[in-house]
C-alpha cells in the first residue's frame, strides 16, 4: 500500500526529471548572445574622428560608414579576438576571408593599423569571445 510521503517523493523526482532535461535542452537565443563594442577612430593612438560601435558574438558587421576605409586605431575590448576585413569589389560574402584580406586582433587592438598593413582598409568585422 502506497504511503502519502512515498507519492510525494514520486511527484518530486519527475518534476527534477523534466527540470533536467528542459536544462540539457535549452539552446541560447539570439538575444542572450554575449557582445561588448569596439573603439574605432580614424587617427592613430585612438584620435580624432572616433565612435563605439557594438557587436555581438560571431555576427559579421558592416563598418558604420563614416569608418569604412578609413579606420587607423582600434580599441578591441578584454576577452574578445575580432577579425578585420579588406573586401575585394568581387566580395558577395560577409566576411569572407577567401575575397577579402583580413588581419586578426586581440585585445587591447591596435594603435595604428599601418603596423598591421591594414590602414584605411577595414569595410567589415567579426568579433569572438575567447575562453576564460
Ligand atoms: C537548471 O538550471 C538552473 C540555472 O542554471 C539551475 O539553478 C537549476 O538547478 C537547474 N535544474 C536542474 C534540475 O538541474
Ligand atoms: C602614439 O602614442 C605613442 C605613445 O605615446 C607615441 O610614441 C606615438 O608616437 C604615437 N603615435 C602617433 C602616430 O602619434
Ligand atoms: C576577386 O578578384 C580578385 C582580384 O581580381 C581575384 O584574385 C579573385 O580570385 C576574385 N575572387 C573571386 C571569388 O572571384
Known amino acids: 500500500m502506497f504511503s502519502t ?3 510525494s517523493l514520486l511527484v518530486a523526482s519527475v518534476a527534477a526529471s523534466v527540470l533536467a532535461k528542459a536544462n540539457t535542452t535549452t539552446a541560447p537565443s539570439p538575444e542572450t548572445l554575449p557582445g561588448d563594442t569596439l573603439t574605432v577612430c580614424v587617427d592613430p593612438n585612438l584620435s580624432g574622428q572616433c565612435d563605439t560601435v557594438a557587436f555581438v558574438e560571431g555576427v ?4 558604420p560608414a563614416t569608418y569604412v576605409n578609413t579606420m587607423t586605431s582600434v580599441r578591441v575590448p578584454p576577452g574578445w579576438a575580432c577579425t578585420f576585413y579588406d573586401l575585394r569589389s568581387n566580395a558577395t560574402v560577409a566576411c569572407d576571408p577567401i575575397t577579402g584580406f583580413n588581419t ?4 587591447p587592438g591596435s594603435p595604428d593599423l599601418r603596423l598591421q598593413h591594414f590602414d584605411d582598409v577595414v569595410d567589415q568585422f567579426r568579433c569572438h569571445q575567447l575562453c576564460a
Open 5 to 7: 510521503r512515498f507519492i
Open 60 to 63: 559579421c558587421l558592416n563598418m
Open 104 to 107: 586578426l586582433l586581440l585585445a
